[in-house]
């Protein structure tokens, strides 16, 4: 069983930044690869980002491509996500998720076993 933790999250104003953080336990880090997920109120959950297990390969939704950047720590058992030039749309439940992918990784839920109990990320003026 893997557990995950995230951290991080907070208000912050228009074009601010924030580290979010996913503390995983309990399985080797190195077998899965982590998703970051979003959802917003009224909104289905959707992947933003993610890191394959294998190469440590990323993928990004286009809406944060050049804004957000995931990575992963082995030695602290991490991955990290960092979130910048925000804007209210960003606005939501940031959630990490892990998947036992042999190959790359995927913005969709369906591959992910384990999920975080997600961290609130607010932007307002």
């Known amino acids: 069983q893997l557990h995950l933790v995230e951290s991080g999250g907070g208000l912050v104003q228009p074009g601010g930044s924030l580290r979010l953080s996913c503390a995983t336990s309990?399985?080797?880090?190195?077998?899965?690869?982590i998703g970051w997920f979003r959802q917003a109120p009224g909104k289905e959950r959707e992947g933003v980002a993610c890191i394959s297990s294998t190469d440590n390969s990323t993928w990004y939704h286009d809406s944060v491509k050049g804004r957000f950047t995931v990575g992963r720590d082995y030695t602290k058992n991490t991955v990290y996500f960092q979130i910048n030039g925000l804007n209210p749309e960003d606005a939501a439940v940031y959630y990490c998720?892990?998947?036992?992918?042999?190959?790359?990784?995927?913005?969709?839920?369906?591959?992910?076993?384990?999920w975080g109990q997600g961290t609130q990320v607010t932007v307002s003026s």
């Open positions: 309990g399985r080797p880090l190195t077998d899965y690869a």
């Open positions: 998720a892990a998947g036992s992918l042999f190959v790359g990784c995927f913005l969709y839920v369906s591959p992910y076993d384990y």
